[in-house]
Nanobody, 119 residues
């Protein structure tokens, strides 16, 4: 059974940090790019960051550059998203997904984890 399980969300004050994790199972983790997306009610899902299957290529949307860092742990089939200097506008449900490439179609999705940044 394919599973992507997000964890690490929560409530944090503006300026604080959170570390999200995405644990993958049921498919060949090393074959897939992993992306982090976020969505707020009434808006389209946004691709925030992604990391290639090799880990050599990373992408960040402009609004998180310099604040978020994505990494992958091949031994644990896990991808992390380190989020620093959080802002209220980062509040969203964060999802991870397995894709063939960044900005491409997602094959598998997790159920999401809520991140709330208070001002």
């Amino acid at each position: 059974e394919v599973q992507l399980v997000e964890s690490g969300g929560g409530l944090v004050q503006a300026g604080g940090s959170l570390r999200l994790s995405c644990a993958a199972s049921g498919f060949t983790f090393d074959d897939y790019t992993i992306g982090w997306f976020r969505q707020v009610p009434g808006k389209e899902r946004e691709e925030v960051s992604c990391i290639s299957s090799s880990g050599h290529y990373t992408y960040y949307t402009d609004s998180v550059k310099g604040r978020f860092t994505i990494s992958r742990d091949t031994a644990k089939n896990t991808v992390h998203l380190e989020m620093n200097t959080l802002k209220p506008e980062d509040t969203a449900v964060y999802y991870c997904a397995a894709m063939i490439r960044c900005k491409g179609e997602a094959h598998y999705w997790g159920l999401g984890t809520q991140v709330t940044v208070s001002s």
